[in-house]
């Protein structure tokens, strides 16, 4: 699962963020960066939630919460200050 979140009125930031479930890599970027990366090979957790402080005058917090699904798939839920703004479902 990929997708990209666009924020900010006078400080624009891109968080990318990609999942693949049959290699177990996660990244999240912003505004290119590598923020978060991490790699699991057999047992993922059901739940897991990222947060991200983004902006240096104009902060913003956001945190991506991926609940697996039974056998294969997730969802994923983006708030943004707390926020529910997207809800990405697939694989």
Known sequence: MRFKIELGEMEKHVIEYEFNQWFGKLTIKVDQKLVQ??????????????????????????????????????????????????LYQGI
């Open 37 to 86: 990366q991490s790699t699991r090979l057999f047992s993922e957790p059901v739940r897991q939630d990222f947060t991200i402080t983004v902006g240096v005058n104009e902060k913003h917090t956001v945190r991506i919460e991926k609940q697996r699904k039974r056998l294969y798939g997730q969802l994923n839920r983006v708030f943004i200050n707390n926020r529910l703004t997207q």
